[in-house]
């Protein structure tokens, strides 16, 4: 199964779900990152994850860039054929989700992070924003909300589905993001080289060097305390944003005795050399700087909005201030520079919560389970490890199986001429085939999870008469598009005037397929036996199947079963294909 996550730039990757590619990795799946090339590439390939260039991907507001962008996206779903599309971010989020659906891939999952609106926005702002979010989530099959503020307002808006909206939360690594792993010469260290003197108290800030993080108002904030408490400030700058900090005012901040670190992967032990965390933004999903600080047992400032009011449970971890206050962010750090102790207390409380809450693990099952479900309601098989020894039970396929059928023949027999019909139409006939009189499909399972099938009629011109009386037009609909290819509707007509090609041979096994991991199980054995003793049960004393000449290993593996080389026939003009027959 192939799975690829689409951001605006590598660092979203690295930062925000690279653990979510690792465990579609761990799961099975041939996993890829979708981003503008960058620093983190490298790092992201070293962990076993392909990355895919998308040269014109930017985080600023540049509509030539985007439709680039797109464009490139288009190309990369087209030739690579994910099943599974997985977007973020506010830019990719909407044309990916959009794409990935028009481009057939079979299961588009979106996180939001954070909704690009905040209540304290314009109205028209916010509308947009919603407006947008509510077309682009129609083109998904999940949506995995961070914020539990921003799944009530989806909600109580009718912006998404809400059968197919779920609650994602967010997490971190607690077993990296915790205090007992650095001691006091460590602490000591760090605090020496950043020129900390004793006495002095520690402020930091994580984050990229834009506005939307409040680094003007806590600018302002730290001109009017007093030298004994040090802010630094750990994050890299990011150009492409409209609200980029002008460089006149980071170098006036540096003057002011500011510590700009830069980009920094090792945070967790920068953290264990802070007192205090500081978040004053504007909007926030659900900032995972301020649930690393609360991991590490540091008691945090950050500003009364959603995302940070999910961290900071105010007076117990933390302080919530005002956003765009500088005077409310100077009195809360003040007030906890002053108090170690109430220091002491919060930051207990924060490891606390974090321990409670916060478990980035969680936030993967909740992915993958999600990924989980779609596939099998979409008829993709999931990745599943099966026990060697177990054999395949065989059942009778339902109207559920049919999506995983035409999957699966869309897949394995990808050269035929009916899945070029699409799913849709092949989902049809399978369902057709599963409740006709003179149809068998039957399903293998391992351990529970479907992983071949096979289907067969008594009399297969039947079969197709029916099929074309009963859902002809709905079938036709479906595959429109691609019937209005002159040499595509000449083989469907082909198709519908098929018949016995060797006489006395109504009875056919239509198609078979099993996943590649089940291969050589004995799926295609017990499948093929099950079925052809089902149709000798309603009176085919023959049976029989045709195959393209030149695929040597599918007529191998019917003979092993007893069908024996009958002669031949050309279904599509141009097309020679070996017929086999068995016998009862």
């Known amino acids: 199964?192939?799975?690829?996550?689409?951001?605006?730039?590598?660092?979203?990757?690295?930062?925000?779900?690279?653990?979510?590619?690792?465990?579609?990795?761990?799961?099975?799946?041939?996993?890829?990152?979708?981003?503008a090339p960058g620093p983190w590439v490298a790092e992201i390939e070293s962990g076993g994850i392909r990355h895919i260039p998308l040269p014109s991907s930017t985080r600023g507001m540049d509509p030539m860039a985007d439709l680039r962008a797109a464009w490139e996206l288009w190309r990369i779903l087209r030739r690579e054929r994910f099943d599974i599309l997985h977007t973020h971010n506010?830019?990719?989020?909407?044309?990916?989700?959009?794409?990935?659906?028009?481009?057939g891939v079979p299961v588009v999952i979106n996180t939001v992070h954070g909704l690009y609106a905040a209540p304290h926005d314009p109205l028209p702002k916010r509308l947009l924003v919603y407006a947008l979010e509510a077309i682009a989530s129609r083109f998904s099959d999940a949506e995995l909300i961070q914020s539990p503020e921003d799944l009530a307002l989806l909600h109580r808006w009718h912006i998404t589905p809400r059968r197919r909206t779920r609650l994602l939360g967010n997490g971190v690594d607690l077993s990296r993001f915790d205090p007992a792993r650095f001691d006091e010469d460590h602490r000591r260290h760090l605090r020496a080289e950043w020129g900390v003197e004793d006495g002095q108290v520690v402020v930091g800030i994580v984050g990229r060097l834009v506005a939307e993080k409040g680094f003007p108002e806590l600018f302002e904030a730290m001109q009017t305390l007093g030298p004994d408490i040090v802010l630094v400030v750990v994050g890299p700058d990011d150009p492409d944003k409209d609200d980029a900090l002008p460089?006149?005012?980071?170098?006036?901040?540096?003057?002011?005795?500011?510590?700009?670190?830069?980009?920094?992967?090792?945070?967790?032990?920068?953290?264990?050399?802070m007192d205090l965390f500081v978040l004053p933004s504007h909007r926030e999903g659900y900032p995972r700087a301020a649930m690393e600080a609360a991991s590490m047992g540091l008691p945090i400032v950050a500003s009364d909005i959603r995302g940070c009011r999910e961290v900071v449970a105010d007076t117990v971890n933390g302080l919530l201030v005002p956003v765009l206050s500088?005077?409310?962010?100077?009195?809360a750090l003040d007030a906890l520079a002053a108090d170690p102790a109430r220091r002491a207390a919060m930051g207990a409380a924060g490891r606390k919560r974090a321990l409670a809450r916060f478990d980035e693990s969680r936030v993967v099952q909740i992915v993958l389970e999600t990924y989980r479900e779609v596939s099998r309601r979409k008829g993709l098989a999931?990745?599943?490890?099966?026990?060697?020894?177990?054999?395949?039970?065989?059942?009778?396929?339902?109207?559920?199986?049919?999506?995983?059928?035409?999957?699966?023949?869309?897949?394995?027999?990808?050269?035929?001429?009916?899945?070029?019909?699409?799913?849709?139409?092949?989902?049809r006939l399978y369902r057709s085939i599963i409740g006709s009189d003179e149809g068998v499909v039957l399903i293998a399972d391992l351990d529970g999870t479907p992983v071949g099938f096979v289907a067969g009629t008594t009399?297969?011109?039947?079969?197709?008469?029916?099929?074309?009386?009963?859902?002809?037009?709905?079938?036709?609909?479906?595959?429109?598009?691609?019937?209005?290819?002159?040499?595509?509707?000449r083989r469907a007509w082909e198709t519908l005037r098929y018949?016995?090609?060797?006489?006395?041979t109504p009875a056919e096994l239509v198609s078979m397929a099993v996943l590649p991991a089940a291969r050589r199980r004995g799926v295609a054995d017990a499948l093929g036996a099950r079925l052809l003793t089902e149709l000798a049960a309603k009176g085919a004393g023959r049976v029989r199947v045709v195959v393209g000449d030149a695929n040597t290993a599918a007529i191998s593996a019917y003979e092993h079963m007893g069908f024996v080389t009958a002669g031949s026939v050309e279904v599509h003009r141009g097309e020679r294909s070996v017929v086999l027959v068995w016998s009862a």
């Open 382 to 427: 999931w990745p599943t490890a099966h026990d060697p020894t177990t054999r395949p039970a065989i059942r009778h396929a339902t109207a559920d199986d049919a999506a995983f059928c035409a999957r699966l023949h869309a897949d394995a027999i990808s050269t035929g001429f009916l899945p070029r019909l699409g799913h849709r139409f092949l989902t």
């Open 326 to 331: 500088p005077a409310a962010i100077a009195a």
């Open 90 to 103: 506010p830019k990719p989020g909407l044309y990916g989700r959009v794409l990935g659906r028009l481009a």
């Open 499 to 504: 018949d016995d090609p060797v006489g006395d």
């Open 247 to 273: 460089r006149d005012l980071i170098d006036e901040a540096r003057t002011n005795g500011v510590r700009f670190l830069g980009m920094r992967s090792d945070v967790d032990g920068l953290y264990a050399a």
């Open 459 to 489: 009399d297969t011109a039947e079969l197709y008469r029916r099929f074309v009386r009963r859902h002809g037009i709905t079938a036709g609909l479906s595959a429109l598009p691609r019937l209005v290819r002159p040499s595509t509707l």
């Open 1 to 35: 199964m192939k799975v690829a996550h689409l951001t605006t730039v590598d660092l979203s990757l690295k930062f925000l779900v690279f653990p979510q590619l690792l465990g579609a990795r761990e799961a099975g799946c041939d996993v890829c990152g979708i981003s």
